[in-house]
């Protein structure tokens, strides 16, 4: 099983349209939780982290982590077709080694 | 400021053979790490580098090996090349290697023929 699950998609959503992009992990330890975006022929963005459980909103961008299920998730809200690219979501225990989900490639149609 | 530089950005080698990646951090990032990414696995953590120090290593063979210099920049090396190690190769600099807040390169994306 590995640490970071995330589905790969792709996923397919009408511009406007509120995006929920979702990983599951399985290391109590983790404490940081990241989501990179990733356009094509480009190395990833960070988007934002979240330290422990909670919500950190950033623009259209809200990430939310719950430890007690160990559930990870980026919501984009009013979609645009520059959202179209690969997102990652990544946690770090503190250890010098993040460790990352698959990637889920979403597009936006207009 | 400039972001992270990565040399060259395609590599095409031959099984068998070496290659060697190099890295430029931002100023003033210490800590370097690097990653494999294959459409099949995603991005796997190769090792991490602090201050010339390797501080953390993946499950990756001895053929994988790494380096970084008193300026910060760093090298990957992979010796006797197989045919799965085309992948993108992708390095990331942090200020305090906390690693929540990198900075990823474009990649070298090298092809084993």
């Known amino acids: 099983q590995k640490e970071v699950e995330q589905d790969p998609g792709p996923l397919s959503v009408p511009e406007g349209a509120i995006v929920s992009l979702n990983c599951t992990y399985s290391n109590s330890a983790f404490q940081y939780f990241m989501w990179y975006r990733q356009y094509s022929r480009k190395g990833p963005e960070l988007l934002m982290y979240t330290y422990s459980s909670g919500n950190k909103e950033d623009g259209r961008f809200t990430a939310q982590v719950d430890k007690s299920s160990k559930y990870i998730s980026l919501f984009i809200r009013d979609s645009q077709p520059s959202d179209s690219a690969t997102y990652l979501c990544a946690a770090y225990t503190g250890g010098f080694k993040t460790i990352f989900g698959a990637g889920t490639r979403l597009f936006v149609k207009a | 400021k400039a972001g992270v530089t990565q040399t060259p950005r395609y590599l095409i080698k031959t099984r068998g053979q070496q290659v060697t990646l190099s890295c430029s951090p931002i100023s003033g990032h210490r800590s370097v790490s690097w990653y494999q990414q294959t459409p099949g696995q995603g991005l796997q953590f190769l090792f991490e580098y602090f201050s010339e120090t390797q501080r953390n290593k993946g499950n990756f063979p001895g053929r994988f090996s790494g380096r970084q210099f008193s300026n910060s920049r760093s090298e990957m090396n992979v010796s006797t090349l197989e045919l799965g190690d085309s992948a993108l190769y992708l390095c990331?600099?942090?200020?305090?290697?906390?690693?929540?807040?990198?900075?990823f390169g474009q990649g070298t994306r090298l092809t084993v023929v």
């Open positions: 990331a600099s942090s200020s305090l290697g906390a690693n929540t807040e990198a900075f």
